[in-house]
């Protein structure tokens, strides 16, 4: 077991690969002993029991919230104290205000210099990034702090620009804000406060080795947040090698099992799996369907639309645009069926979604739970549903097993009572529709060229 003296070394010799960083790497260590990890601070019962800036507590107030989620109430008081947090909780839990209101109220007041943030939020995929972007944003407003996004997709000249005049706060993906720093774009030697979010899922993209790189270029006496819905392997090393003596909160079950979630396992046979999503699709109300890969998202989709249900793919193949207005108009009921694979499957928050289905069951026990953590969020009731065909069955059952899942099992056909009850599908219209296109918003259409000049 690494001791936290050990750890704290750890911390201070990168590996020789990134010895040579520069001199914001050779920082001097905090100046205090944290205290032990066992001593966390209690949890609290409302926002106005923590010492947050007072605009913040206005903001809350505003945005009709005053009683804390369970990782908010947890984790608040040390992240605020300035103590380095190790969280575990689930995707909707909560945990972006839970790092996000700690991160501006240690920093309002300070101003970053140009290419020079103050505190660094590191995610696995856009779409994340632009929720944490879309959460913090009116709290950051509030305590007059600058937030930049950094993404791949969209314009590195842009995001380079914007750093350049000055953001106290990034939030970027890994390899995006990795080229802005090779082009000396972007400086971290002044961070004070680094985040780590779905610590796992990046650990599972094969990001941690560049996540480490950019943790070791950061103030080695800055207060470090790290986020994850497991714990083990690569995180756990990130864990011990990067954050010393941190506070521990873990606010679910180890499986990541959420109780107002109802699982259930379709049965059905290959010749009817196609005539089933399409029923699902045309369900009165939204749904997410998770596929294997890029091609089945976008095959589903174009069937889907023939039968007459509006749907759309949503995948890594797909431009940073085309992904925001896929899920802009899924969030405002343009499309009914969102067609995902599970790369988008942690960054997708969508408000009351009621259904998940696996139409092609995943492989992984986390990547069961993390689609099924698009629905049931912020306490909210909702459904999984799983499409099984007769050689998936024993695999099902071992992956459900290893999530810690008890689904009910149903032998089901298109047009069955009990498909419609479980989850509220329909008979198609079957009239082909084409793809949904966004209009053009009225400050980007017009005059693309003067805002080109004035960026």
Do not use: W
């Not at 919230?65 to 909560?94: F, M």
């Not at 873990?250 to 699982?263: E, I, L, W």
């Not at 049965?267 to 890029?294: L, N, P, S």
Request: charged share 25%; hydrophobic share 40%.
């Amino acid at each position: 077991m690494t001791t936290p003296a050990r750890a704290r070394n750890n911390r201070r010799r990168p590996p020789a690969a990134i010895r040579q960083a520069p001199e914001a790497n050779r920082q001097p260590p905090r100046a205090a002993t944290p205290p032990a990890p066992d001593r966390a601070a209690p949890p609290v019962t409302s926002f106005g029991d923590l010492p947050l800036h007072p605009a913040l507590l206005t903001t809350l107030v505003g945005q009709g919230l005053s009683v804390p989620s369970p990782i908010q109430a947890a984790a608040l008081p040390d992240a605020v104290a300035g103590r380095d947090v190790l969280g575990r909780a689930r995707t909707g839990s909560g945990k972006t205000l839970a790092f996000g209101l700690a991160l501006l109220t240690r920093l309002a007041g300070r101003r970053a210099q140009p290419r020079q943030p103050i505190a660094l939020v590191l995610v696995p995929t856009r779409e994340l990034a632009a929720q944490v972007t879309t959460a913090l944003e009116p709290y950051a407003r509030a305590v007059e702090l600058r937030t930049c996004t950094v993404v791949g997709g969209l314009s590195l000249n842009r995001q380079a620009e914007v750093l350049r005049r000055g953001a106290e706060v990034v939030i970027a993906t890994p390899g995006r804000l990795n080229d802005l720093v090779e082009r000396g774009d972007c400086r971290l030697d002044k961070i004070m406060v680094s985040v780590l979010d779905e610590a796992d899922q990046m650990a599972d993209m094969g990001f941690l080795p560049q996540v480490s790189a950019l943790l070791t270029r950061t103030d080695q006496s800055g207060q470090r947040m790290l986020f994850s819905a497991t714990l083990d392997g690569e995180v756990d090393r990130l864990v011990r090698r990067f954050l010393t003596t941190p506070a521990r909160h873990s606010v679910d079950p180890p499986a990541g099992a959420v109780t107002r979630m109802d699982h259930h396992v379709l049965h059905i046979e290959a010749a009817d799996k196609t005539a089933t999503t399409a029923q699902i699709g045309a369900r009165d109300g939204r749904v997410i369907m998770f596929v294997g890969t890029k091609h089945r998202a976008d095959r589903l989709a174009r069937q889907l639309l023939a039968s007459g249900v509006p749907a759309a793919a949503l995948h890594g193949g797909k431009s940073q645009p085309q992904r925001t207005r896929t899920l802009e108009q899924f969030r405002s009921g343009a499309i009914n069926a969102l067609i995902a694979t599970d790369l988008a499957a942690r960054g997708i928050h969508i408000d009351d979604l009621d259904l998940v289905v696996n139409v092609d069951p995943p492989t992984d026990a986390k990547d069961y739970l993390h689609r099924g953590g698009r629905t049931a969020r912020a306490g909210r009731a909702g459904t999984v549903v799983t499409l099984v065909l007769p050689d998936q069955h024993r695999d099902t059952t071992r992956l459900l097993a290893t999530a810690g899942v008890a689904a009910q099992s149903f032998r089901v056909r298109p047009g069955d009572a009990e498909l419609a009850r479980i989850t509220g599908a329909r008979t198609p219209s079957g009239v082909p529709i084409t793809p949904v296109v966004a209009k053009p918003q009225p400050t980007s259409g017009p005059a693309p060229g003067r805002r080109r000049r004035r960026r």
